[in-house]
């Protein structure tokens, strides 16, 4: 819960400190003591932050709290004084939107250091942009003649259309249409997919063998629905090469984290949920260079929040040339 004060305090009679008191006392009365109030911006909003709302039930939860300390400040304060104060609500982990297979896009207020990151890097960040809409214009362009064979070759192998598109999670939840060569059969359940990403997420899925070599991965290697060629595209990580698409419109980035499916998110813990937030999705990132299908997805996660942490355009460049490497050798591509 958020409430501005800002009108308050900019009072030039004086008495706007008193009545933030009385402000501040209100809410103290009206709040468990479970509840954590403090400044959410220094003497201009104060937030509380309400512990244990229950999710089944969120209109009504936030109905009776706003009746309540609005009933407290109205005892402590005159009408005129209650109506320069502003109440604004947020709910974290965030929602699904009613009636949407797709979660809510991240609110912004739930994480005010994640702004002030973006400023203080606003000409790295401007640059990165530059590099990608340069890069996949010029990679689009020369590497179309090979996207031209691609697709006539997944049009000759198989019914349906080329192009394989997806609704992803790009930065702070917002969504957008991911695209690939398609490598399945159309139509294709999805239920086997689903499934093995949950157990992926919550850690129970095991290490499928690859190649013979004894060795395993936590992907799904002898996937049914894909089709002869899509087998070499996976291989060869041919299927991503329209994704440059995606980065030229400015919905990804040449590195990042990959982009999350919707319906991987009901299986998140609130922690995961940061690979979300703290950078564009990529084409290739850390965790492609730095294990791929090898690694757990808490592993996978926290080599996300590594590179958002430790980003730079130097890094940036580093994945790159370890990507190309990692395509030739086709290591955890599968």
Known sequence: MLLDVSEILLEESGSGDCTLKNVLDAILRSTRETDISGWYEDRLTVGTILTEVPPNNLCGAVSAIFAKVNAALLQALSLSEVNKLRFSFHVFPEQPQSGNSLPMPADLKLYPDLRERDTSKKSSRIVKRLIDFISSLVLL????????????????????????????????????????????????????????????????????????????????????????????????????????????????????????????IAWYEPWHRRRLLEAKPGITGLWQVSGRSKTKFDEMVRLDLRYANAWSLALDFKILLQTLRAVLSAEGAY
């Open 141 to 264: 362009a020369l590497l179309s003649p090979l996207m031209a064979l691609v697709a006539v070759a997944i049009k000759l192998t198989s019914a349906g259309p080329v192009f394989f598109r997806q609704k992803r999670l790009g930065q702070y939840g917002r969504s957008f249409t991911f695209l690939k060569f398609r490598s399945m059969r159309v139509n294709s359940d999805s239920t086997i997919h689903r499934d093995y990403v949950k157990q992926f997420i919550s850690g129970t899925a095991g290490q499928h063998l690859a190649n013979g070599n004894g060795s395993g991965v936590y992907k799904l290697t002898n996937d049914p629905r894909t089709t002869r060629i899509g087998r070499f595209l996976r291989k060869t990580s041919l299927d991503e090469l329209p994704q440059l698409f995606n980065v030229l419109l400015g919905q990804m980035s040449l590195v990042g984290p990959r982009p999350s499916i919707p319906y991987e």
